[in-house]
């Protein structure tokens, strides 16, 4: 068991009786349904990974001159497209793919998979396209960086002197017939740590996702002996090995955060962390196999998001995802599916294994789903991509905020209008503010989100009033005919995820009647050293202040959105609150 938590453990376990019988029983029956408002949640990660290794999803056409670009890319944007019917919003886009990657670097050969031949440029810059396509579309892109593998002696050969194993020798392990970066020496987590930052510092990227961030398959062979002796500092082997990885996995998370603070990092570990009290790993664990201590990173606050590679069926997936969970320390984890799976070719799963696993994620309030990967799913392999596209994901969902970095949502838009202009209704409104509380300089702009209702006073929280996402300009347009009737608003979200309160333009024409003051009751966070407490508004108007109190009472305060400060002696802020009242 990976927890001592006794409470966490027995709840675990009643949530596993009450659910895999429930669940069994769906599968006797074949009624499962994953409709409805209910069943689709505002907040829900829906990702797919896209793999370059080999074109198995991308690229399919080869970038051999103008034309191969042009399929190139039309073979991506069809990709998109179907995602984006579907409500997809994240997108884990294999960037480097072993010693080679898909952007021009100073660091790394292009990959042979963008045009056929080692090394070549496209003629373009995919990683950027593929940024600029996904954010179109309110998408975000990670960067799927494969961490460890170096390349088959193959491909080692024909790198030839541009090849790491090259340059770097010293950092690199030849085992059965492949090359591998080695975790134990020093400069590999440098190395690593300088390609995330190239990407980081180059593209307008909105995560890292590290794959194969661990020792190789059957490592107990792994000839790593020398580091071992040279600095293993008297650690056991398998510990050694832990706190090589876990070495490296600070170094990138330190690194981006240094000049990125709102970039998710975050890995993909495999499925199941270790041996659970019930329930056997079966000898294939992240903890002791392949020496992954990943749920030590997100106690240790070193990932945004874990994608566990829970590609497994019933009792080797429940109680397992539950794990993750149960150790999330308030971190994102988004349970990878093994739809291949559904391919005979690679297995015998059933649609219904699938649908079971995204009803069991959501049932257990889990952050969302991946899907491990395109060409499994955009082939509608047993009708899982219809299944999701007309029944699971009906709803678009939005991306959970980073709330561990900063929870300050931004000012809500201002002076929304609407025009008429042919057969179209064009919304617009004025730029809202980001109040992060964390220094971010060139952080990306403000996005917005647009709500649509025939109620005037629309329920942003129900997904189904949804109209679009993550816009990065100050106008959407949308058909006459299908705008008839309804009212709109908008909302602001900052860079890591928070949204601010919805302004909706029925509303500014009421403004002439203003709300009369209500009581308000506030409860005030313990502070030793809290002196007063200071409201203001959005603004930064101060409206009261009082001396510190626990519990805050005020006669009269009207509806809207404050601030509240709760100051020392020396007038510093110890805190800045946000509430709406």
Request: net charge positive.
């Amino acid at each position: 068991m990976t927890t001592n938590n006794t409470y966490s453990y027995i709840r675990k376990i009643t949530f596993l009786l009450i659910i895999l019988p429930f669940v069994n029983h769906i599968t006797a029956q074949n009624t499962f349904s994953l409709s409805g408002t209910s069943s689709s949640p505002k907040f829900e990660t829906r990702a797919v990974w896209i793999t370059t290794l080999n074109g198995m999803d991308w690229p399919r056409n080869k970038a051999t001159g103008p034309e191969g670009i042009k399929r190139q890319k039309e073979e991506l944007c069809k990709q998109l497209d179907e995602l984006k019917k579907a409500n997809f919003n994240t997108i884990l886009l294999q960037t480097r793919l072993r010693n080679d990657v898909i952007y021009p670097s100073k660091i790394e050969m292009f990959s042979e998979e963008m045009t056929g031949k080692m090394g070549k440029d496209p003629g373009y810059d995919p990683l950027a396209f593929a940024i600029e396509e996904c954010h179109k579309r309110g998408m975000e892109i990670h960067a799927w960086v494969v961490a460890i593998p170096l390349g088959s002696d193959r491909i080692i050969r024909e790198m030839g002197k541009n090849s790491i194993t090259k340059k770097h020798r010293e950092m690199c392990i030849h085992y059965n017939r492949y090359w591998y970066l080695d975790p134990g020496h020093p400069e590999t987590k440098k190395y690593l740590s300088s390609i995330v930052e190239e990407i980081i510092s180059n593209y307008d990227i909105d995560g890292i996702n590290l794959d194969y961030i661990r020792y190789p398959d059957r490592s107990k062979r792994f000839p790593d002996q020398r580091s071992f002796r040279k600095y293993g500092k008297g650690k056991s082997l398998a510990q050694w090995r832990r706190d090589n990885i876990t070495d490296i996995v600070r170094e990138v998370y330190k690194t981006v955060k240094q000049h990125k603070p709102w970039i998710k990092v975050g890995s993909s570990p495999l499925g199941k962390y270790d041996d659970l009290t019930r329930y056997s790993s079966k000898g294939w664990n992240a903890y002791n196999t392949v020496y992954q201590e990943a749920q030590d990173w997100l106690k240790e606050g070193i990932q945004d998001i874990v994608l566990p590679m829970l590609y497994y069926r019933e009792e080797n997936f429940y109680p397992f995802a539950l794990d993750w969970q149960e150790n999330s320390n308030g971190r994102t984890v988004v349970p990878g599916l093994g739809i291949y799976f559904l391919d005979p070719k690679e297995g015998n799963w059933t649609l219904q294994d699938a649908k079971q696993q995204i009803y069991f994620t959501r049932c257990a309030f889990m952050e969302g789903q991946a899907y491990f990967r395109a060409r499994f799913l955009l082939d509608n392999i047993q009708g899982l991509f219809d299944e999701l596209k007309n029944k699971t994901y009906t709803y678009p969902s939005l991306i959970q905020p980073m709330k561990w970095m900063d929870s300050i949502p931004p000012t809500s838009p201002s002076n929304i209008q609407t025009i008429s202009r042919n057969d179209s209704i064009i919304i617009t409104w004025e730029t809202a503010t980001d109040n992060s509380l964390q220094e971010t300089p060139n952080a990306p702009a403000i996005r917005y989100n647009i709500y649509a209702s025939k109620d005037k006073n629309i329920d942003v929280t129900n997904p189904k009033n949804i109209k679009a996402t993550y816009l990065r300009n100050t106008q959407f347009a949308i058909p006459a005919k299908e705008a008839q009737g309804l009212n709109f608003t908008v909302t602001a979200v900052d860079c890591y995820g928070n949204e601010s309160i919805p302004v909706s333009y029925e509303t500014k024409k009421k403004k002439d009647c203003p709300l009369p003051g209500k009581k308000a009751y506030i409860d005030i966070p313990y502070h030793k050293d809290g002196i007063k407490i200071v409201i203001t508004d959005l603004f930064g108007r101060n409206i009261y202040q009082t001396s510190y109190t626990r519990t805050l009472k005020i006669k009269s305060l009207k509806p809207g959105v404050y601030y509240i400060y709760i100051k020392d002696k020396k007038d510093n802020t110890l805190e800045r609150i946000p509430f709406t009242h």
